[in-house]
């Protein structure tokens, strides 16, 4: 059973950083991509970064140049580095791992997500 386990989470004031970190655990195969996604309450959940394992990177537009992603996929850890916090960067960030299922199509995992919140 595929588990992603996310930790970093917290209260942080305007301007600040936490860096995030996720664990999965279980068999993944062909796992190609880990990376992070956000959501806030009645909002879809949206997109903000990626990584591959041919060590590409993609960002939102909203987080280029102040968040970085880093993915490790020998031992299926990903990290978010968030830098220079706005208020609307508050929500709930889930980690996400994509690889093929046993039907060989195409698969998503997720997390149960961790909460930020940039607040003064």
Do not use: H
Request: aromatic share 10%; proline share 2%; charged share 20%.
């Amino acid at each position: 059973q595929v588990q992603l386990v996310e930790s970093g989470g917290g209260l942080v004031r305007p301007g600040g950083s936490l860096r995030l970190s996720c664990v999965a655990s279980g068999k993944i195969g062909g796992l190609y991509a880990m990376g992070w996604y956000r959501q806030v309450v009645g909002r879809q959940r949206e997109f903000i970064a990626t990584s591959t394992n041919r060590d590409t990177t993609d960002y939102a537009d909203s987080v280029k140049g102040r968040f970085t992603i880093s993915g490790d996929f020998v031992n299926k850890t990903v990290y978010l580095q968030l830098n220079s916090l706005k208020l609307e960067d508050t929500a709930v960030y889930y980690c996400s791992a994509e690889g093929l299922g046993t039907n060989g199509s195409p698969r998503q995992y997720w997390g149960e997500g961790t909460p930020v919140t940039v607040s003064s």
